[in-house]
């Protein structure tokens, strides 16, 4: 007897998640368990490069996906930048050299089958979500901490992306007015006190290796030490607006830094509890429970369930 729901339990999906270094592609089945996966170095030569890699990847995959007898949703490629998902148009990508593409076009033109894209981290807090720490959670946070620094926000199990689709853009939220002039051109903004190279220039590791940084804290250099605590106490005075505004109670973060582990997580804690302790919230800190694989496996879900016809993916 095929329910309604059996009928959406059909396709699997795929998903592409482009970073700065290294593109990920993984297929899963209709359960979500990964069946195929592969990456490959990011070209260097710019955005045609980088969009003529995600299609051949997504070709290889489709086939791969079709002879084990499955039927894919679009395949969704996670990109990092300023995002026009409705419209399918990559504003702006610095790290990829993409501006003003039209991907979705350009991509279901080469490929036969339908594409969609989203943003890099709005498609990691949808892999926690789906297949990591948020499992279970109806509204969450999720922070990424990297090179730059970015949220996204689940409420309802929807991601929510805002007018524009832009929501979650923390990195130029103003921790210091008087601070550093930040590649954006306003001076203080969080990215400029509280994301890996941030961490790194004040430990005074100018080659801007976090790993560095960390074995030095661990070792309980107190420079290096210094600078996770700057980080943590500017990161959670932000954040504590957050949990208190919109009544969190989980934050997650992923991303580069967080994969140092305590030198970060631990400071960032005891500032967000130090920043919390006079109001009634309080908000646990997760980390990421698919580390660099929450991006990839996040936009796979999205593929496997953006043909439900409920307008956008919600368990
Ligand atoms: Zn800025």
């Known amino acids: 007897m095929a329910s309604a729901r059996d009928s959406r339990q059909v396709t699997g999906g795929l998903g592409i998640d482009v970073?700065?270094?290294?593109?990920?592609?993984?297929?899963?089945?209709?359960?979500?368990?990964?069946?195929?996966?592969?990456?490959?170095?990011?070209?260097?030569?710019?955005?045609?490069?980088?969009?003529?890699a995600c299609t051949s990847m997504a070709a290889d995959l489709l086939s791969t996906a079709r002879a084990g007898g499955l039927t894919?949703?679009?395949?969704?490629?996670?990109?990092?930048?300023?995002?026009?998902?409705?419209?399918?148009?990559?504003?702006?990508?610095p790290v990829l050299g993409m501006r003003g593409l039209p991907l979705v076009e350009l991509a279901h033109e080469e490929l036969g089958h339908p594409v969609t894209v989203l943003h890099d981290v709005k498609a990691a807090a949808f892999?926690?979500?789906?297949?990591?720490?948020?499992?279970?959670?109806?509204d969450i946070a999720y922070l990424n901490v990297g090179t730059g620094l970015s949220m996204a926000f689940v409420?309802?199990?929807?991601?929510?992306?805002?007018?524009?689709?832009?929501?979650g853009e923390i990195g130029h939220v103003i921790a210091e007015p008087d601070g550093q002039?930040?590649?954006?051109?306003?001076?203080?903004?969080?990215?400029?006190?509280?994301?890996?190279?941030?961490?790194?220039?004040?430990?005074?590791?100018?080659?801007?290796?976090?790993?560095?940084?960390?074995?030095?804290?661990?070792?309980?250099?107190?420079?290096?030490?210094?600078?996770?605590?700057?980080?943590?106490?500017?990161?959670?005075?932000?954040l504590a607006d957050f949990v208190m505004v919109l009544d969190l109670s989980v934050v997650m973060v992923g991303g580069g830094v967080t994969s140092v582990g305590a030198p970060f997580l631990e400071p960032l804690r005891l500032a967000l509890d130090r920043e919390?302790?006079?109001?009634?919230?309080?908000?646990?800190?997760?980390?990421?429970?698919?580390?660099?694989?929450?991006?990839?496996?996040?936009?796979?879900?999205?593929?496997?369930?953006?043909q439900d016809g409920r307008g956008s993916p919600a368990w």
Not at 199 to 222: C, K, N, S, T, Y
Not at 278 to 295: E, H, N, T, Y
């Open 72 to 93: 894919m949703g679009p395949v969704a490629i996670a990109v990092p930048g300023t995002i026009d998902g409705r419209n399918g148009i990559v504003v702006d990508s």
């Open 181 to 238: 002039v930040c590649n954006c051109g306003r001076r203080g903004c969080l990215e400029t006190v509280a994301s890996g190279p941030a961490i790194a220039r004040r430990a005074g590791h100018a080659d801007g290796r976090l790993e560095a940084v960390a074995e030095a804290a661990r070792r309980g250099d107190p420079r290096a030490n210094e600078a996770f605590l700057v980080a943590g106490e500017h990161l959670a005075h932000v």
């Open 155 to 167: 409420f309802g199990w929807k991601i929510h992306q805002g007018a524009g689709g832009t929501a």
């Open 276 to 306: 919390l302790s006079d109001v009634v919230q309080a908000a646990r800190i997760v980390p990421a429970a698919l580390g660099g694989d929450s991006g990839v496996i996040g936009a796979a879900h999205w593929s496997r369930l953006a």
């Open 127 to 138: 892999g926690e979500l789906m297949a990591g720490a948020g499992v279970g959670q109806a």
């Open 19 to 52: 970073g700065g270094t290294k593109i990920s592609g993984v297929v899963i089945d209709p359960r979500g368990s990964v069946v195929a996966r592969t990456r490959r170095p990011t070209p260097r030569d710019g955005g045609d490069a980088v969009l003529q």
